[in-house]
């Protein structure tokens, strides 16, 4: 307490030498209670002059200080506490007007500690002598770096959530590996990164591609970056490119043993290992990237490929926090990655078994009666569907055009779907009329005791006759693109779909429409969800398509026109030019 003695018991002084002497015993008592309570409280309690620098610390400040009462005094907060954050400019408003003012300073001090980072709260209350005069500042300082410490973690733990949980809703919203991986990217920054690439292990064992031994070769699939260093990032090896890690460094090691690498401040040795492109270090050095973290992307055991971020500039490194938050995200991320590539082996798997079952080539396509098909399967069904086109050369100069659909996806309705078609091409061999052919179809599959039933159209083109025979077991109608680029559509009474055993069916011939384009299709290619169907047939006719075109660019017009939006179900189109008289047989009548 001598520090303080001209400041605080001057008075004192007075009374002991003048009249109140006699009131020594109670100062003197006095005195030693205020003496403890400062000194035995769990609180720094502490004297500052005018210029901030400390006059008296009680024993606790001293503990909080990590110095002695002896370094400490003369100091000024700052050169006591360099460490810890606290609005000086606050203090001097204390100074000026007087009012008592409660902070928060938060840091390090020299003393131990086990928490991550100190904080204290602070009251500071101005000192004034006897005759008014402004003598300092006294300070009371209570430590809450535990309390401090545990809103911090929930503060962490509830960030942690948020980006959980946006990540579900942001990250694998679709089947696409490739738009997988930009969704990746684009939720690392600016959250958790600057900039961050997302690359897919080639794992490929010959070809231009192949690494050389021993060294893990990825491509990179994703680059997303801040504005500020977007169009330098976008200059370094960017998508399409490929990374490599080869055998012996600590990045290829930990991605092998399926840990994060993480560095902050980036050796010039780490920059020639493979961490990124060596031929970059210095364009890499040059947008200022000092932190850089590498996560495995793992499914199961198998390494899908890598998450790269990096900091630049001013950003600070990656915590330890960062790193936990960014691993699980490079999990979850994974099993979306794992997803999108099964679907897409999947899907092609399928898109070729069913081009195989549209493209047999056992009926020889009829040099007289050009036409040309399309298949779209729908988006978000991975396996082969019920879809099917034909065109069946007849022996008598005719050709059968067959659309159709059999209710539902998967291996069932392709096997019915083949069922179908085989049929109907064994009895058109017969010569039957469209009515009885579809008669015939139904009762044989309805026979053979498969339960899946299907709408299907037939077009009967007659060269000869210059007319075209439909009959429509439950489809929707055809529609004839006449020279003039007029789409109108045939309407051919309707049966019940095949399979049931118990079809009724009606020929309806028509004439066929010099140069004009007959079109068959299934309702993926119309039909729109919560639409009133002819809502949808009334959007074929208002097609506007160029008559003289190659049925091919007729096609792709029709779908850029119509499947603008992702296909609900599958869709399969087939066109036909009429050439009157040409491969006609000779006419009997």
Not at 148 to 162: C, P, S
Not at 265 to 294: C, K, M, N, P
Not at 436 to 461: K, M, Q
């Amino acid at each position: 307490m001598d520090a303080i003695r001209p400041l605080l018991f001057d008075d004192v002084e007075v009374l002991l030498a003048g009249p109140a002497a006699g009131d020594l015993p109670r100062l003197v008592e006095e005195y030693g209670l205020l003496r403890q309570l400062v000194e035995g409280t769990a609180a720094g309690v502490v004297i500052l002059d005018p210029d901030l620098r400390f006059r008296y610390v009680n024993p606790h400040m001293v503990r909080i200080s990590g110095l002695s009462a002896e370094e400490l005094l003369g100091r000024t907060l700052s050169e006591a506490s360099p460490g810890v954050d606290r609005p000086e400019g606050v203090l001097r408003q204390v100074l000026h007007d007087g009012k008592p003012r409660e902070l928060v300073g938060t840091g390090h001090t020299r003393a131990d500690s086990p928490f991550t980072r100190r904080a204290w709260h602070a009251t500071y209350h101005r000192l004034q002598d006897a005759r008014g005069r402004v003598v300092g500042l006294a300070g009371i300082f209570l430590e809450i770096s535990a309390p401090q410490q545990h809103v911090d973690e929930l503060e962490r733990a509830h960030r942690r959530m948020t980006l959980l949980d946006t990540a579900t809703a942001r990250i694998g919203t679709t089947s696409d590996v490739q738009a997988t991986c930009v969704e990746l990217a684009r939720f690392m920054v600016p959250d958790l990164a600057d900039a961050a690439g997302v690359e897919l292990n080639l794992d490929v064992k010959a070809g231009p591609h192949r690494p050389p031994p021993g060294v893990l070769r990825v491509r990179r699939a994703a680059l997303v970056a801040v504005p500020g260093i977007k169009d330098a990032v976008f200059a370094l090896p960017g998508v399409g490119d490929t990374l490599d890690y080869p055998p012996g460094t600590e990045v290829r090691a930990c991605l092998d043993a399926g840990l994060p690498w993480l560095s902050n401040g980036v050796s010039g040795r780490e920059w020639h290992s493979g961490v990124l492109h060596a031929d970059g270090t210095d364009a890499y050095r040059g947008i200022g990237v000092h932190s850089v973290l590498v996560l495995p992307l793992i499914a199961g055991r198998r390494l899908l490929g890598t998450l790269s971020l990096v900091r630049t500039f001013d950003s600070p490194g990656f915590t330890v926090d960062d790193v936990s938050v960014a691993l699980e995200l490079a999990q979850r991320a994974a099993g979306a990655l794992e997803r999108a590539a099964l679907h897409t082996r999947e899907h092609n798997m399928a898109l070729e078994l069913q081009h195989a079952l549209l493209n047999d080539t056992s009926a020889p396509p009829n040099p007289h009666a050009p036409t040309a098909s399309r298949y779209l399967p729908a988006d978000d069904v991975a396996l082969i569907g019920g879809d099917w086109f034909d065109s069946l050369p007849l022996p008598d100069g005719r050709n059968l055009l067959v659309i159709g659909d059999v209710m539902g996806h998967g291996v069932e309705a392709a096997v019915a779907m083949s069922h179908y078609r085989s049929a109907l091409r064994a009895l058109a061999m017969a010569g039957l009329d469209p009515h009885l052919l579809l008669t015939h179809a139904d009762r044989t599959v309805a026979d053979s005791g498969f339960d899946r039933v299907a709408t299907c159209l037939l077009a009967l083109e007659d060269p000869a006759h210059q007319t075209v025979s439909y009959a429509n077991a439950g489809h929707l109608p055809p529609a004839v693109l006449s020279p003039d680029g007029t789409v109108a559509l045939v309407d051919v009474p309707s049966g019940p779909p095949l399979g049931t055993g118990f079809g009724s069916y009606t020929t309806l011939t028509s004439p066929t429409v010099p140069d004009g384009v007959l079109l068959l299709y299934t309702d993926g290619l119309v039909e729109r969800r919560g639409e009133d169907i002819d809502v949808s047939l009334r959007r074929l006719t208002r097609l506007r398509l160029s008559p003289r075109a190659s049925l091919d660019v007729i096609l792709d017009d029709v779908l850029a026109q119509l499947a603008d939006a992702p296909a609900e179900d599958d869709i399969a189109v087939l066109a036909a030019r009429s050439r009157p008289g040409q491969g006609a047989a000779p006419d009997k009548g």
